[in-house]
């Protein structure tokens, strides 16, 4: 005695549609990580930012003239890296975001081609342009953090100069030297 299950028939169209969708939700996740830890990036830059234009507003009530303009040339040269890293980070937010919604299409696509039929070779379209985004915006983060590095080593400069101008000891060798 045969059991006929119609819906079985069904099921390897079903799993491979869940299959092409588990795809781009996966890439969905990854994007929405990048976006969080660069939205908590440029939180980081914009307080830095405010943060320096303070240092620079209070430095005018100092008496030390020959620190005053060391450290004002310091501050207002982070500033400008400060810009940078914002923009730079903008831009990869926003390439995040787009990458994000490409794979959402991706999804959508790969929905709508089971539903309706029809070439199976459009989801590829923006999903290969989801992955573009991630790596033109990873890109940018790799820029980003150098910038970053740079502005530690111009902090780590300024603190080796400023020993050196108040006490006669020689500043600790740098990581240059070595």
């Given at each position: 005695?045969?059991?006929h299950?119609?819906?079985?028939?069904?099921?390897?169209?079903?799993t491979?549609?869940?299959?092409?969708?588990?795809?781009?939700?996966?890439?969905?996740?990854?994007?929405?990580?990048?976006?969080?830890?660069?939205?908590?990036?440029?939180?980081?830059?914009?307080?830095?930012?405010?943060?320096?234009?303070?240092?620079l507003?209070?430095?005018?009530d100092?008496?030390?003239?020959?620190?005053?303009?060391?450290?004002?040339?310091?501050?207002?040269?982070?500033?400008?890296?400060?810009?940078?890293?914002?923009?730079?980070?903008?831009?990869?937010?926003?390439?995040?975001?787009?990458?994000?919604?490409?794979?959402?299409?991706?999804?959508?696509?790969?929905?709508?081609?089971?539903?309706?039929?029809?070439?199976?070779?459009?989801?590829?379209?923006?999903?290969?342009?989801g992955?573009?985004?991630l790596?033109?915006?990873?890109?940018?983060?790799?820029?980003?953090?150098?910038?970053?590095?740079?502005?530690?080593?111009?902090?780590?400069?300024?603190?080796?100069?400023?020993?050196?101008?108040?006490?006669?000891?020689?500043?600790?060798?740098?990581?240059?030297?070595?």
């Amino acid at each position: 005695m045969q059991i006929h299950l119609p819906f079985l028939s069904e099921l390897p169209s079903a799993t491979a549609f869940l299959t092409g969708l588990l795809t781009p939700a996966l890439l969905i996740s990854a994007s929405g990580t990048f976006i969080l830890g660069t939205s908590i990036r440029l939180g980081r830059v914009v307080d830095r930012t405010r943060g320096i234009a303070d240092l620079l507003e209070h430095l005018a009530d100092r008496t030390v003239p020959e620190l005053m303009d060391a450290k004002r040339r310091m501050l207002t040269g982070q500033l400008a890296v400060q810009r940078e890293r914002a923009r730079l980070l903008q831009r990869a937010l926003f390439t995040f975001y787009m990458a994000a919604m490409s794979f959402v299409c991706t999804s959508v696509m790969i929905g709508l081609l089971t539903i309706f039929g029809g070439p199976s070779w459009i989801p590829v379209l923006p999903a290969l342009a989801g992955a573009f985004a991630l790596f033109y915006a990873s890109i940018l983060m790799i820029i980003e953090v150098r910038r970053s590095l740079g502005v530690l080593e111009t902090e780590h400069t300024f603190i080796n100069e400023l020993v050196i101008l108040r006490s006669d000891t020689p500043a600790p060798p740098s990581d240059e030297l070595r």
